[in-house]
């Protein structure tokens, strides 16, 4: 009886939203949004994910003895770069429309690019600018007048200073250095807390809930990255491969920093999970983080591999561009940085679809309502959306593209995004070309990217499916696009 009572309930304010709908429409009055889905993104959290690709800047000893792990016995005087210029560094990112960099200030070695008053190894004892000098301000002072934002790596694993593996201490020492660089040298918009510690490393207890409340504290609108967040959180891996499904939510209390055995988890995310703490794919141009003169930029096609797999699946692409020993970009990251960011502008930046017609399975508030099919062809890709009429994640929702040309469409990648300012929803996709189906797949987020596995397809009408979500679903844009350097076979 209960269970009839319930049903009726349903039926009954499914009936009169879509009358109170109709109503709304009659007396000129705009249907409401549909509820978000928590958890939802913050304000610094939503333009982090629109930033698509962001850079990092791997800097330090490392970079003159041709390591990736400093010892922290490493002299100061071997910090020694003969032509340091960070508006050099700017303007390459500048030039790939790159609009935040984050430079390691402390890597592992623990000597600090600033002139740190907690400890003398620093810059101020290395013979560049005859100790006189303070590269965080340089990278800071830099990157202003173009416009882009900076972030910090500090690395909580430090192999030089005594006071590491003695909690009290460190901490407080940690905590000084925190203040130090998110107090003195303007708006930081990213933290960076790496895990990674030697096996032989010290035990140490990170103050973790100190740290994050102290940055908080300073830095109005900045997201801490860990493995856990609690802003953004780790991919769990450095090839920049995140998984699919890939969930910008996950349940952050059951994480810890460096922990082992969640790298799977931090892949996929949790789509019942109960923080927003979208994953970052750090990656680096070359083999390692710091620049060797061993080493070369990867590939055009493998860079392109990596966006797709995670910008291409709701992620964020944090790429590492590292100064070399004279204190430059070199020329030949510099090219391929913006080799990458040119060919992802010649496949993304016509859109397909754009001059096709749309249809849809329904359309919330009816046909003159703000949601319909329409909205996914703008350039807003976060508050147009199309939305199906109700508001439950049950029933067959579609969304078509039709050709209005005579010889139809020609594509080989599809892009799908989701309005993730209402969360996170669709668990699984489908898109069909003229009624065949060409790619089965599970969550979208803010990006989703398919490349068709056969490789350029042709036909009149693109539909997407959607056929399993946490709640209605609700599509900012669709694309459709020709990516003239993908190649199926893998041959070239
Ligand atoms: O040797 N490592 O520490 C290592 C090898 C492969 C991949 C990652 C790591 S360390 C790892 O780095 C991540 C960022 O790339 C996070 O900071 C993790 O906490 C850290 O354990």
């Not at 003169?293 to 096609?301: A, F, N, R, V, W």
């Not at 398919?450 to 036909?459: D, N, Y």
Request: with cysteine; net charge neutral.
């Amino acid at each position: 009886m209960a269970e009839m009572g319930h049903r009726f309930s349903f039926i009954f304010t499914l009936t009169l939203l879509h009358f109170l709908h109709f109503c709304s429409a009659k007396l000129g009055v705009s249907t409401p949004p549909p509820l978000p889905i928590l958890p939802l993104p913050s304000f610094s959290q939503l333009k982090w994910q629109q930033r698509e690709v962001i850079m990092f800047l791997h800097f330090g000893p490392n970079t003159f003895t041709d390591s990736e792990w400093g010892t922290g016995r490493e002299s100061p005087t071997v910090f020694n770069p003969t032509a340091l210029d960070a508006a050099q560094w700017a303007a390459t990112a500048a030039a790939a429309n790159i609009s935040l960099m984050i430079l390691t200030a402390k890597h592992h070695d623990g000597f600090c690019l600033w002139p740190s008053k907690y400890t003398t190894h620093s810059v101020s004892r290395s013979p560049w600018k005859n100790g006189h000098g303070d590269v965080v301000k340089e990278f800071v002072d830099a990157a202003a007048p173009r416009g882009i934002d900076v972030g910090v790596y500090l690395s909580p694993w430090d192999r030089h200073d005594r006071r590491y593996s003695h909690e009290l201490a460190y901490n407080e020492y940690y905590l000084a250095q925190l203040q130090e660089l998110l107090n003195n040298y303007g708006n930081v918009r990213e933290i960076w807390f790496d895990g990674a510690k030697g096996k032989n490393a010290p035990n140490m207890s990170y103050y973790f809930s100190d740290w994050f409340a102290m940055v908080k504290e300073l830095q109005s609108s900045i997201n801490i990255f860990s493995d856990a967040g609690p802003d953004i959180r780790w991919v769990g891996d450095e090839n920049g491969f995140a998984g699919t499904p890939c969930w910008s939510t996950i349940n952050r209390s059951s994480l810890a920093i460096g922990a082992e055995g969640i790298t799977q988890y931090l892949n996929e995310g949790d789509p019942e999970g109960t923080h927003w703490v979208p994953p970052e794919c750090d990656v680096s141009i070359r083999n390692g983080w710091f620049w060797h003169k061993s080493e070369s930029p990867k590939s055009l096609k493998t860079l392109l591999e990596i966006y797709y797999n995670s910008v291409g699946r709701n992620c964020v692409l944090l790429f590492n561009v590292p100064p070399n020993s004279t204190g430059l970009i070199a020329q030949e990251d510099a090219h391929t940085l913006t080799q990458f960011k040119a060919a992802i502008h010649t496949i993304f930046s016509s859109n397909l679809a754009q001059n096709c017609s749309l249809r849809a399975s329904s359309q919330r508030g009816g046909k003159e309502s703000a949601f319909g099919p329409e909205n996914v062809l703008d350039n807003d890709h976060l508050w147009t959306y199309w939305a199906p009429r109700g508001a439950d994640a049950g029933g067959d929702h579609w969304i078509e593209i039709r050709s209005q040309q005579k010889q139809g469409l020609r594509f080989n990648v599809v892009r799908i995004q989701e309005a993730i300012g209402l969360g996170q929803r669709i668990k699984r996709h489908e898109i069909y070309l003229d009624g065949k189906r060409i790619v089965e797949e599970s969550s979208v987020g803010y990006k989703r990217l398919h490349r068709i596995k056969s490789g350029v397809v042709c036909g009149e009408v693109v539909r997407v499916r959607i056929t399993e979500a946490r709640a209605v679903p609700l599509i900012s844009s669709l694309g459709l696009h020709l990516d003239p350097f993908w190649d199926p076979t893998g041959l070239s």
